[in-house]
């Protein structure tokens, strides 16, 4: 291959630049990107001035669109100057018939508000896409002054869920994060070949199928690029 030079050289450099571009872009849609893993980040936030202790709960509506539903992240840090008890943190599913009960823990208060997040994990729900829960937080054991506060936003960030507290409903939500073992492409497509054949669901065939696919998609933007060139 001879060396190019002037207009053509550009092309070819603009032709690589274009191709590693989209490489990076498949593999962060992909083998990155999570889908259907619902948060709220809002831009404008401050910590609720509702103390989480005692009888008070504060809840969170969310739906998932991802299977393998397994952690939800929330932002908590002490009310006063120390926290006691635990956190109880309560996850169920909101369907017509009433709520079902589907994950419950207590961590240690001071655990919880001790960084600026908090990871809540739980064995991945496998049938979770397109349905709805709620997350329930409670520190029944705190005393007065010592349960925590979470982040939450100031307008309805996330509007396909709301944020309580007791019963009533707030107007913001609470700042979150949730994940889920099937959120990607990647892992979806390995879920539904999990009962074809070991050959046929090994990563070194999906390896090569990504790789010739990338290997058409590549020699025909080629052809569409330097067609012209080449007759001449």
Known sequence: MKLRSGPGRL????FAAASVAVLAWEIYAIFLAEYGTPHSKPSRAQFMATEVAGEVAVSQTMTLLA???????VHARP???RVSGEVVFELRELAPGGARPVFRTARPAAEVAASDSYTV????IEQSEY??????????DARPGEGITLLASRE????????FVGS???WGDLVFETSASR???????????????????????????????????????????FAADEQA
């Open 168 to 170: 009533r409903e707030q």
């Open 67 to 73: 299977a393998g539903f397994d952690a939800v992240v």
């Open 79 to 81: 009310y006063g100057k």
């Open 183 to 225: 959120a990607t492409i990647f892992s979806g497509v390995e879920h539904l070949l999990r009962d074809k054949s070991p050959l046929l669901r090994s990563r070194w065939v999906l390896a090569g199928v990504f790789a010739l696919f990338n290997w058409a998609l590549l020699t025909f933007l080629y052809f569409m690029a």
């Open 156 to 163: 309805d960030a996330y509007p396909q869920g709301a944020s």
């Open 131 to 140: 349905r709805q829960y709620s997350l329930r937080i409670t520190a029944p």
């Open 121 to 124: 994990r739980f064995a991945p």
């Open 11 to 14: 092309r070819w450099l603009a």
